[in-house]
């Protein structure tokens, strides 16, 4: 009965039912988190891990059928690595490489030409809350840890049910956000609430993820990604190309802003949301927040619109690759070997490394330009003067072309496919970047006055 249902609901919106249903998965979110916040909230932990554990593993069933069995190997190996191997490095490096395996093999048997709504999409989240568990299992048992640390760690194994409904919690499993077992452990014992025995309001972040919908359903129909390979596009002008790849980035990005916003609502009506109090004496509720929409919209740099999307895998990233590679004792490769660590998370397709280089690039130019920006006079009196409105509208042009000429071989994942792409716009974006990294010394020596020239460190 549901079938026929979910296949006529799919094309009444003009949406394949795979879609359909992560959508339909994500708002009963909503009802599961009241249910538990109204009646659930102070039972016994095995109560709690019980219910979160058996939601999850329904949606599960509801979208992926039978592969969720791949989610409960993970699970459960995860499990007997943390039990039988101990707090050792050995376990840390054990669990990644498990997992990532796992996952790549998992990209591997299942890719096709486009993407695809599939079991591996929630694993990908799956597989970097497994493997940070063991990294807050083995810091359970180091000294010196800093305050991020410290608030993750864990002093003892999880138990199997434990893990289950930390793994499959329906706030988090099939898009994220990514949260600590310890997150976990505080929501179970009833501590995330700023009024206990009360559910906060989420219809704020719902109402926003919702216009967010809105906005994707009826803008990405018109910027497809499939209008780049077509003989039309490369009859364009060139100025329509680019400004094509700039609105095709903003409203493609729109279906992952509305995912995670929706689903940050159903955490925080959960109380996983809950992040104490703040300095001005506020209840905080942004622990669980994926996206900071209004500095996404109005940012005009690179840097910022990173800080502002997919917030939790990047702190993810930052806690457990970047910051653990301190030995190495170079900001540089620890930049670097967490961008390919991501870019291969994401899958094996080449596009995604192309993606990841390019953010590199950027970002490293970008910080030289504001630096020259801050250190010369001329410069920093035209940003601060009333030619700043016009400054700011190209700035955005820029930074969104940018965004769009980065992101396209994410979404055209093979080489063929965004290098056509590339060819087509004669690979301006390149060009650009390499003349600005070629030139800004030079204007360096020219607009700075010589005590400031050499470019201060960057953070």
């Known amino acids: 009965m549901a079938a026929p249902l979910l296949e006529k609901l799919s094309e009444s919106l003009g949406s394949p039912e795979p879609a359909v249903r992560l959508m339909l998965s994500i708002l009963i979110g909503y009802p599961c988190a009241l249910v538990y916040r109204r009646f659930l909230f102070y039972k016994a932990p095995t109560v709690l891990h019980l219910y979160h554990a058996l939601f999850g593993l329904a949606l599960a069933a509801f979208n992926f059928g039978t592969q969720l069995s791949h989610s409960v190997v993970c699970i459960l190996v995860q499990f007997l690595m943390l039990r039988l191997m101990g707090r050792t490095i050995t376990t840390v490096l054990s669990s990644f490489f498990f997992q990532m395996i796992y996952l790549l093999a998992g990209y591997y048997y299942t890719a096709t030409e486009e993407y695809d709504i599939k079991w591996t999409m929630p694993h990908c989240v799956l597989t970097l809350k497994l493997v940070g568990l063991a990294w807050d299992y083995y810091d359970g048992g180091q000294e010196n840890l800093n305050a991020e640390q410290k608030m993750s760690s864990l002093s003892s194994v999880p138990t199997l049910l434990e893990m289950f409904g930390f793994s499959y919690f329906y706030g988090g499993f099939l898009v994220g956000p990514q949260f600590t077992l310890r997150s976990y452990q505080r929501l179970v014992a009833g501590e995330l609430t700023d009024c206990p025995g009360k559910p906060p309001t989420a219809l704020k972040r719902f109402g926003l993820g919702f216009l967010c919908l809105v906005i994707y359903t009826i803008f990405s129909p018109s910027y497809p990604d499939s209008y780049f390979l077509t003989d039309e596009y490369e009859a364009q002008p060139f100025w329509y ?40 004496g506020q209840h905080l509720w942004n622990a669980c927040t994926n996206m900071k929409v209004w500095l996404f919209e109005t940012t005009p740099l690179f840097q910022g619109t990173i800080r502002s999307f997919n917030i939790n895998t990047n702190a993810w990233a930052a806690r457990n690759v970047f910051k653990r590679l301190k030995f190495v004792g170079n900001k540089t490769v620890s930049h670097v070997t967490t961008l390919f ?5 994401h899958g094996l397709h080449s596009g995604y490394i192309m993606c990841f280089s390019m953010e590199f690039f950027i970002i490293i130019i970008e910080r030289q330009a504001q630096a020259l920006v801050r250190d010369s006079p001329v410069l920093s009196s035209m940003a601060n003067s009333a030619l700043y409105p016009v400054i700011y509208v190209v700035q955005q042009f820029i930074h969104w072309f940018l965004m769009g000429y980065s992101l396209m071989p994410f979404c055209l994942f093979y080489y063929d496919k965004w290098l056509q792409v590339y060819l087509s716009v004669y690979f301006c974006g390149h060009i650009c970047l390499i003349l600005t990294f070629l030139i800004l010394p030079y204007l360096r020596k020219a607009l700075v006055p010589k005590k400031d020239q050499s470019p201060k460190k960057q953070e």
Do not use: H, M, Q, T
């Open 241 to 280: 190309r680019c400004v094509f790849i700039s609105l095709w980035a903003k409203f493609n990005l729109y279906k992952y802003v509305c995912c995670w916003v929706i689903a940050e609502g159903a955490c925080i009506l959960s109380g996983l949301g809950y992040n104490g109090v703040g300095p001005d």
């Open 341 to 345: 660590f991501l870019a291969i998370w």
